[in-house]
């Protein structure tokens, strides 16, 4: 019997460089792996892997879960300049999300929290 540990998500960018610094910069990522054709960068035991893309790739979706979204925008909002974001709002299922389009890809990072009633 094995067990998962977990999923790491392998988004396509047209510009590697920029989205491993959202990644570390905004998000608070580390380093692993750096190279113009591959980078991985880790949080918590999360990697997520991050590959050249092809000319027409399509838009992919993630969901990232935290335990205080509010306190995560808090942090971030600054650095989310130029980005196509929606601050935290609640949702009909019970979270209150974040959402934002990951520079240089076509992937939109959902960030969530379960709302505790």
Same mark, same amino acid.
């Given at each position: 019997?094995?067990?998962?540990?977990?999923?790491?998500?392998?988004?396509?960018?047209?510009?590697l460089a920029e989205t491993g610094e959202f990644f570390c910069k905004v998000l608070g990522f580390t380093t692993v792996m750096d190279t113009a054709e591959y980078g991985i960068y880790e949080k918590n035991n999360l990697t997520v892997h991050i590959l050249p893309a092809g000319e027409d790739i399509g838009q992919m979706e993630f969901y990232m879960e935290v335990d205080n979204v509010d306190e995560l925008w808090i942090t971030i909002k600054d650095n989310?300049?130029?980005?196509?974001?929606?601050?935290?709002?609640?949702?009909?299922?019970?979270?209150?999300? #974040? /959402?934002?389009?990951?520079?240089?890809?076509?992937?939109?990072?959902?960030?969530?929290?379960? #709302? /505790?009633?």
């Amino acid at each position: 019997m094995y067990h998962t540990l977990f999923i790491s998500p392998m988004i396509p960018s047209f510009r590697l460089a920029e989205t491993g610094e959202f990644f570390c910069k905004v998000l608070g990522f580390t380093t692993v792996m750096d190279t113009a054709e591959y980078g991985i960068y880790e949080k918590n035991n999360l990697t997520v892997h991050i590959l050249p893309a092809g000319e027409d790739i399509g838009q992919m979706e993630f969901y990232m879960e935290v335990d205080n979204v509010d306190e995560l925008w808090i942090t971030i909002k600054d650095n989310l300049k130029g980005l196509k974001v929606r601050e935290p709002f609640d949702r009909d299922y019970g979270m209150r999300e #974040i /959402h934002i389009e990951i520079p240089q890809t076509n992937t939109l990072l959902f960030i969530g929290q379960a #709302i /505790h009633s």
